[in-house]
C-alpha cells in the first residue's frame, strides 16, 4: 500500500483538519463536500489557519504555499476515483456511513483503502458494505487533528494485514503517535474516556456537586487539564451521547447507560461550544 493521494470525503472540523495534517505531511489531498461552494469554503478556511501559523512565525509562507497547492477542493464523489486512500469523516451515523463506503466501493480505484475516522462504530459494517472488506480499516484522528498526536489504527476483522500495516505508516508519515486497535466500541481512548465522562454528568444530574467544582476536583485531585463537563462542551453533547449510546449498545453494562441530562440537552439542542450552549455558556 503505497499512498500518494488521500481523499477525504466530509466538510466539518474533523475533515478540515485532517487535511491540513495531510498537505503538511506532503501528500496530495483531494478534500470533497457535498458542494462544490462548501468544499471551495473549507480550502478557504485552511488557507486563513494556515496563514494564521505564519502570522505566529509558526510556518514559513512558503510552506503554507506549498501546502494549499496540495489541497484540491472538490464536489463530486467521483474526483476521489484515483486517491490511494479515502479517509471518510460524516456525521457519525451508520446508516449514512454505510451508504458512503458502498459509493466508495464502487467509484473508486481497486487497490484504494477505504477508512473511516468514526470514534466508536463498528468498522466491520461499513467494510461489509464493500466489495473490499480486507481494504477498509478504522483512522481515528482526534481533534483538533493539527494538534493531537495520537491516531487510532482500528482493525476490523476483516482488515487484510498489508491494510492495517499501510494505514499505520500513513499516519507516523503525518507525524503522528499509531496504535493499534481491533474493532470494538469505543477502541482504546473512548472506551476509557466516555464512562468516565458520563459519570461526571450523573453526579451533575443527582446534585451530588456543582458544575463548577466538579470540573475543579478533577482538575485538581487529578491533574487533568480540563474537567469532565468541559470536555463533554468541547466535544459536543450529541457527539457524547452518540458514543455513550454505541458503548451501551454493545455491553449492555449498566455503567454506560447515558446519565439523563445528557439527553435532555441534547434534545433542547444545548449541544456545548458548537452552539454556543452547554454545560457552559460561550460567546459566538
Same mark, same amino acid.
Given at each position: 500500500?503505497? #499512498?500518494?493521494?488521500?481523499?477525504?470525503?466530509?466538510?466539518?472540523?474533523?475533515?478540515?483538519?485532517?487535511?491540513?495534517?495531510?498537505?503538511?505531511?506532503?501528500?496530495?489531498?483531494?478534500?470533497?463536500?457535498?458542494?462544490?461552494?462548501?468544499?471551495?469554503?473549507? %480550502?478557504?478556511?485552511?488557507?486563513?489557519?494556515?496563514?494564521?501559523?505564519?502570522?505566529?512565525?509558526?510556518?514559513?509562507?512558503?510552506?503554507?504555499?506549498?501546502?494549499?497547492?496540495?489541497?484540491?477542493? %472538490?464536489?463530486?464523489?467521483?474526483?476521489?476515483?484515483?486517491? /490511494?486512500?479515502?479517509?471518510?469523516?460524516?456525521?457519525?451515523?451508520? $446508516?449514512?456511513?454505510?451508504?458512503?463506503?458502498?459509493?466508495?466501493?464502487?467509484?473508486?480505484?481497486?487497490?484504494?483503502?477505504? &477508512?473511516?475516522?468514526?470514534?466508536? *462504530?463498528?468498522?466491520?459494517?461499513?467494510?461489509?458494505?464493500?466489495?473490499?472488506?480486507? !481494504? #477498509?480499516?478504522?483512522?481515528?484522528?482526534?481533534?483538533?487533528?493539527?494538534?493531537?498526536?495520537?491516531?487510532?489504527? %482500528?482493525?476490523?476483522?476483516?482488515?487484510? /494485514?498489508?491494510?492495517?500495516?499501510? &494505514?499505520?505508516?500513513? &499516519?507516523?508519515?503525518?507525524?503522528?503517535?499509531?496504535?493499534?486497535? !481491533?474493532?470494538?466500541?469505543?477502541?482504546?481512548?473512548? $472506551?476509557?474516556?466516555?464512562?468516565?465522562?458520563?459519570?461526571?454528568?450523573?453526579?451533575?444530574?443527582? @446534585? #451530588?456537586?456543582?458544575?463548577?467544582?466538579? /470540573? &475543579? $476536583?478533577?482538575?485538581?485531585?487529578?491533574?487533568?487539564?480540563?474537567?469532565?463537563?468541559?470536555?463533554? /462542551?468541547?466535544?459536543?453533547?450529541?457527539?457524547?451521547?452518540?458514543?455513550?449510546?454505541? *458503548?451501551?449498545?454493545?455491553?449492555?453494562?449498566?455503567?454506560?447507560?447515558? $446519565?439523563?441530562?445528557?439527553?435532555?440537552?441534547?434534545?433542547?439542542?444545548?449541544?456545548?461550544?458548537?452552539?454556543?450552549? @452547554?454545560?457552559?455558556?460561550?460567546?459566538?
Amino acid at each position: 500500500m503505497t #499512498v500518494k493521494r488521500v481523499g477525504i470525503v466530509g466538510s466539518g472540523i474533523m475533515g478540515a483538519g485532517i487535511a491540513e495534517v495531510a498537505a503538511k505531511a506532503g501528500f496530495e489531498v483531494v478534500l470533497r463536500s457535498r458542494a462544490q461552494s462548501t468544499a471551495d469554503a473549507m %480550502v478557504a478556511g485552511l488557507e486563513k489557519s494556515l496563514t494564521k501559523q505564519v502570522d505566529r512565525g509558526k510556518l514559513e509562507p512558503a510552506e503554507r504555499d506549498a501546502v494549499l497547492g496540495r489541497v484540491r477542493g %472538490v464536489g463530486d464523489l467521483g474526483e476521489l476515483r484515483e486517491c /490511494d486512500l479515502v479517509i471518510e469523516s460524516i456525521v457519525e451515523d451508520l $446508516a449514512a456511513k454505510k451508504h458512503l463506503f458502498a459509493e466508495l466501493d464502487r467509484i473508486c480505484a481497486d487497490h484504494t483503502v477505504l &477508512a473511516t475516522n468514526t470514534s466508536t *462504530l463498528p468498522v466491520v459494517e461499513m467494510a461489509m458494505s464493500t466489495g473490499r472488506p480486507d !481494504k #477498509v480499516c478504522g483512522i481515528h484522528f482526534f481533534n483538533p487533528a493539527p494538534m493531537m498526536a495520537l491516531v487510532e489504527v %482500528v482493525r476490523a476483522i476483516t482488515s487484510s /494485514d498489508e491494510t492495517i500495516e499501510g &494505514a499505520t505508516t500513513f &499516519a507516523t508519515t503525518c507525524g503522528k503517535n499509531a496504535v493499534q486497535v !481491533k474493532d470494538q466500541a469505543g477502541f482504546i481512548v473512548n $472506551a476509557l474516556l466516555f464512562p468516565y465522562l458520563n459519570n461526571a454528568a450523573k453526579l451533575f444530574d443527582a @446534585g #451530588v456537586a456543582t458544575r463548577d467544582d466538579i /470540573d &475543579a $476536583a478533577m482538575k485538581g485531585g487529578c491533574n487533568f487539564p480540563m474537567g469532565p463537563l468541559e470536555l463533554l /462542551d468541547l466535544v459536543g453533547l450529541d457527539t457524547s451521547l452518540a458514543i455513550i449510546e454505541a *458503548l451501551y449498545a454493545e455491553f449492555k453494562d449498566p455503567n454506560y447507560a447515558a $446519565a439523563p441530562v445528557l439527553r435532555r440537552m441534547v434534545s433542547a439542542e444545548r449541544l456545548g461550544r458548537k452552539t454556543g450552549l @452547554g454545560f457552559y455558556e460561550y460567546k459566538r
